[in-house]
Each structure stands twice: as C-alpha cells, then as structure tokens.
C-alpha cells in the first residue's frame, strides 16, 4: 500500500485480506450515509417506482438516494483502489463502489423485509438512531461473500 508509514500504526502488519475488509466496510457506511443525505435532499422518485418489493419493504428510500449512495460507495473505493495499487484503480474502484452498493441495497432491503414480516421496526437499540445494530451490518452479510472473491 502507498500510505505514508506514520499515518498507519505498524502498517506492515496489516494483510491486504483486512485491509480490503476494512475498505469494503468503510464503503459500504459511505453508500448508507451518501443515500440518506442524497434521499433527504434530493428524493423526489421513490424505488417503489421500479420495484413494488424495494416500496414494500423500505417505502422511503428514494432512486435519488440510491445514486447518492453509488457516488459515495464508489468515491471511498477509488481511494481505497488507489492506496491498495489496484490496477486501473479509477476503473476497478469505481466498478467496486457500484457494486457493493448494489448488492449492499438488496442487502438493506431484505433485512427490511424480514423486519417488517416480523412486525418490528428497529433491530436493537445498541446504536440508537440508526435501526440497530443489524442495520449497520446488513448490507456487509450481503456484499462478504462477492467483495471475498
């Protein structure tokens, strides 16, 4: 990795295998925050539009939102492409962004739906505000396996 040696504590410890966990986590909290901002300030078409599942299970989300999530996911993996010496790292960065926020949406979206199945709105209260622990974790079950290979 080309980061500078102080700014990453005994950076020759680290595996790439964690350090591509850690980008992918990173991203996939970008995508979730990008698209709730972009959601919020720009929503205007819900998903519903092109999916009735997507609407029933998370009637809020918004294309505007998702779009926002696939500039953020994709901007974190750039980065993280670039500072991992991917080649093309603009190219394979980007693709990874989209990717996992793609596969992190389907993810987000079913455990919405087996939430709202089972008649609860929050999956815990260990992260008050933000639905719960499994709601931070949700689109990662998802996107592991793909981001592994």
Known sequence: ???????????HAWTTGSLVTWWTYVSIVASDVGAYFAGKKFGKTKLSTISKSAGYAS?????????GGMV??????????????WPMWYLTGSIYGVMLCIIGLVG??????????????DS???L??????LDR???????APPAYV
């Not at 953020?72 to 010496?85: D, P, T």
């Not at 987000?108 to 709105?121: H, I, Q």
């Open 137 to 143: 974790v949700d689109s990662y079950i998802f996107t």
């Open 108 to 121: 987000d979206l079913t455990a919405s739906m087996f939430k709202r199945d089972a008649g609860f709105k």
């Open 72 to 85: 953020c996911s994709s901007a974190i993996s750039v980065l993280a492409a670039l500072m991992l010496e």
């Open 59 to 67: 009637p809020n989300k918004t294309v505007e939102g998702v779009i």
């Open 124 to 126: 815990g209260n260990i």
């Open 1 to 11: 990795p080309i980061w500078p040696k102080n700014l990453v504590p005994l950076s």
């Open 128 to 133: 008050p505000g933000h639905g719960g622990y």
